[in-house]
């Protein structure tokens, strides 16, 4: 999904690329290229194992399940972000959740030790790192706090807002929102029409239409 703050993150990547001539000798030293097909898993949730990724090109997902199956998304990847660092300096060194493909992905993989190795020989990554994870802890924060204060009709029309904004126009389904705003597809699909029998929402042939914008406004305030 697009992040606001993304442009001015890859722009500090960036910068901190051009600045120092050591980092693409340094990543080819301490990393394997890997790609994965749109639909693959790129790490497993618990795998003690799995290395720390920088996205090159693509997007992904990271989400946790219940024994249930029902998935909880936690937050969207994009070029030039990185994932699975807490993999290499939490002391269990289990990945905290599941990364799925949702396009062709390039990466930088890095094995653990490598990736630590990589960040003592290098002060600048490691302040990215530091920037990646309190970014990250902000995003799980609101998220917590979404889950816990906001209702469904609430973060639904949050939601719709957002999509309406981005750029992408990303297709979603109705079990693809649902694991977004932590609910299940039936409850999703109850409050879509709920919103279009208000008159805020229009469904034609899958696609969603904003009518009283105002109104999912307050809905998601």
Known sequence: MPDPQKNNRDAQLGRLDRGDARFGGLYAKFSYPATYAAGAIIVLEGDPDAPIFLLLSGYARAYRTN?????????????????????????????LASVVALQPCRTLCFPRESFLDLVRATPSLAQVMLRECALRT???????????????????????????????????????????????????????????KEGVIQIQRQRITIVDRRALEREAA
């Open 138 to 196: 902000e995003q799980l924060v609101t998220l917590t706090s979404d889950l816990s204060l906001r209702s469904v009709r609430s973060r639904l029309a949050q939601f719709l807002l957002a999509q309406s904004d981005a750029p992408d126009g990303r297709h979603w389904t109705q079990e693809a929102i649902a694991a977004q705003i932590g609910t299940v597809r039936e409850v999703v699909s109850r409050t879509l029409r709920a919103f279009v």
């Open 67 to 95: 024994r249930q199956g029902r998935e909880q998304t936690l937050i969207h990847f994009g070029p030039g972000d990185w994932f699975n660092q807490t993999a290499a300096f939490s002391p269990h060194h289990q990945a």
